[in-house]
């Protein structure tokens, strides 16, 4: 298995400028997770899946953020316009979930963003 | 009010020694605990779980569970030099449904030294 894909590896971009992230998540998992993670902030919750089903957006900072699931096999993360606050590394995560306790994910590599 | 707590570290153990992480959640519902291990630059690794209290066991590791006191800690026995990382705790904070979400402590930094 090739674990969870994340692409790029690396994104520095100008401030206004706008971001996408991507993610492949492990086949046959129905759940999908986009962390943030910072030195202060440490890793935080943006949005997560079930079932390609937006189920907890809470986390999202603002307008400025979408994220999408399109198919069982496919991700996105946007963020429109850039903000040098938004640098951070990003992680998508996946796991099998049935209803009941939650399993633990499987993490992709991550996406280190730098916004200047 | 944060909903994972741990100390931040370093943590700093010799070679062969048992080294203790410890972790305090505020949602008394919770009912789903996890540990994670990240070296530096790569991603978090889940390392075990646990949902009962009292302990558990795998390999090296321990995790103990005490509900009563909103506590989990994580214990590495016979610690070694590759077990120097970040060690996060995470805990699903809704009892049951489909929440299947995971808040994450701040990760205590372990050093053991050769």
């Known amino acids: 298995d090739a674990g969870v894909i994340q692409s790029p590896r690396h994104e520095v971009t100008e ?14 998992h129905n759940s999908l997770f986009w962390y943030r ?6 890793l935080e919750l943006l949005i997560y899946f079930n079932n390609n089903v937006p189920i907890d957006d809470s986390g999202m900072p603002e307008d400025r953020f979408s994220a999408k699931m399109p198919n069982a096999s496919f991700s ?35 996406t280190r963003l730098t916004v200047v | 009010q944060k909903e994972v707590e741990q100390n931040s570290g ?6 062969g020694a048992i ?16 540990w994670y291990r990240q070296y530096s630059g790569k991603s978090p690794e ?19 569970l005490n509900k009563a006191s909103q506590y989990v800690s994580l214990l590495i026995r016979d610690s070694q030099p590759s077990d120097s990382a970040t060690y996060l ?5 809704n009892s049951g ?9 701040k990760g205590t930094l372990l050093t053991v030294n050769p």
């Open chain 1, 37 to 42: 993670q910072t030195m202060m902030r440490g």
């Open chain 2, 89 to 93: 705790c995470a805990v699903n904070p």
């Open chain 2, 10 to 15: 370093p943590l700093s153990v010799p070679e």
């Open chain 2, 19 to 34: 080294a203790s992480l410890n972790c305090t959640y505020s949602d008394r519902g919770s009912q789903s605990f996890f």
């Open chain 2, 97 to 105: 449904g489909s929440n299947y979400k995971l808040t994450f402590g």
């Open chain 1, 76 to 110: 996105t993360l946007k963020i429109q316009p850039s903000e040098p606050r938004d640098s951070a590394v990003y992680f998508c995560a996946s796991s099998f979930t049935l209803s009941g306790a939650p399993n633990g994910y499987t993490f992709g590599s991550g």
């Open chain 1, 15 to 28: 401030m206004g400028q706008e971001v996408t992230l991507r993610c492949k998540p492990i086949s046959g």
């Open chain 2, 46 to 64: 889940l390392i075990m779980f646990i949902y009962s209290n009292g302990d558990k066991e795998d390999g090296r590791f321990t995790a103990q």
